[in-house]
């Protein structure tokens, strides 16, 4: 089979290799990979290793659809045909992550675990969950990193109702994947993007409102759409200062999902505002496997459909991860055939 494997940091490190195919051990599913779906934290991986001990050779990705071909000795929880989609954290079934106040909780695929960049991959069961009867490979494989982390920030913590405001920052995968959540749970979308063109696309998904911040300042734009009441909800994906902007741009009683760092680890926030608002700031690292369950039915309810920007063959990965640089509308999938 063939599989992207790395003996050292950076993209040029890059091999598509060919190796043996795996046999699945005891408890474990082998499973044929349909597509596998790009995330940003993929391209730090790639390129730094995000500080991780990683075990060369390395293969990169956590986000993978495909269809069970064999089972270990032990594995009930599929049988061969059954389709699939993995789970980021696999050690993560409900409940609060494992890990404690020195050493937070960071077991995923693609980092400390194996990647899924490849033909076949065999793991355990549990690293794995049904994959929506109503999606493809392709756009099943979104699911599991940025599907599952706007869902875990808007219901799962967030708890988001009918008639509340979300304001989501920018166009990526967890981006519109939070528009798309929010519009079937009846709240209202406000959009901030640099581009007036993935504005317009946005709208043209449900968003009633679309802020270019390369035109204005957005934090005074969203308070006049709200009547200075500001917005019960903010997906934050862009870290360091800006969410002190996201403070401000919060209601009283309202809630900032810190999910992106583009700007920097170190956030900073005005404290006044913060205290005297009621803001709850929580930090959100995708989610456990009970929740992707849940947004699995959610998604075959609902009809959603993830938007993809771009699919590309296996052997154009380095083409895959050119477009994540320069910004994609929606998902990049890598699709096997």
């Not at 003996?7 to 599913?29: D, K, M």
């Not at 270019?212 to 969203?222: H, I, K, L, P, T």
Request: hydrophobic share 45%; aromatic share 6%.
């Amino acid at each position: 089979m063939k599989r992207w494997e790395m003996n050292g940091l950076g993209r040029e490190r890059l091999r598509l290799e060919t190796v043996a195919r795996p046999a699945p051990q005891p408890g474990e599913v082998l499973v044929k990979v349909g597509a596998v779906s790009l995330n940003y934290r993929d391209k730090l991986m790639i390129e730094t290793g995000m500080g991780l001990a990683l075990a060369f050779p390395f293969t990169p990705a956590s986000d993978l659809a495909g269809t069970v071909v064999e089972t270990g000795e032990g594995a009930g929880r599929f049988h061969a045909g059954d389709r699939v989609i993995s789970t980021f954290a696999p050690d993560w079934i409900d409940g609060k992550p494992r890990g404690d106040a020195r050493r937070p909780p960071y077991r995923t695929l693609g980092g400390t675990c194996p990647g899924v960049l490849a033909e076949y991959v065999a793991f355990p069961e549990d690293w794995f969950v049904r994959a929506p009867a109503t999606l493809d490979a392709a756009a099943a494989s979104t699911l599991p990193c940025a599907g599952l982390t706007a869902w875990f920030a808007l219901i799962e913590a967030g708890r988001l109702h009918a008639g509340e405001t979300v304001l989501i920052e920018g166009t990526g995968g967890v981006a519109l994947f939070g528009v798309q959540i929010a519009l079937a749970h009846g709240a209202e979308v406000i959009v901030v993007s640099g581009s007036a063109d993935k504005l317009a696309r946005v709208k043209a998904l449900g968003a009633r409102h679309g802020i270019d911040r390369s035109r204005e300042d957005w934090v005074e734009a969203v308070l006049a759409l709200t009547g200075d009441r500001g917005v019960d909800h903010v997906i934050e994906t862009v870290g360091g200062p800006h969410t002190g902007k996201a403070v401000q741009a919060t209601a009283v009683g309202g809630r900032i999902s810190q999910i992106g760092v583009l700007e920097g680890f170190e956030i900073v926030a005005p404290g006044g505002p913060l205290m005297l608002k009621n803001v709850t700031l929580q930090g959100i690292s995708v989610g456990h496997r009970r929740a992707l369950e849940d947004f699995v039915a959610a998604v075959e309810r609902t009809g959603l459909e993830p938007v993809i920007d771009a699919r590309y063959p296996l052997a154009a990965l380095p083409d895959a991860l050119d477009h994540l640089d320069r910004g994609a509308f929606g998902k990049i999938v890598v699709e096997m055939a």
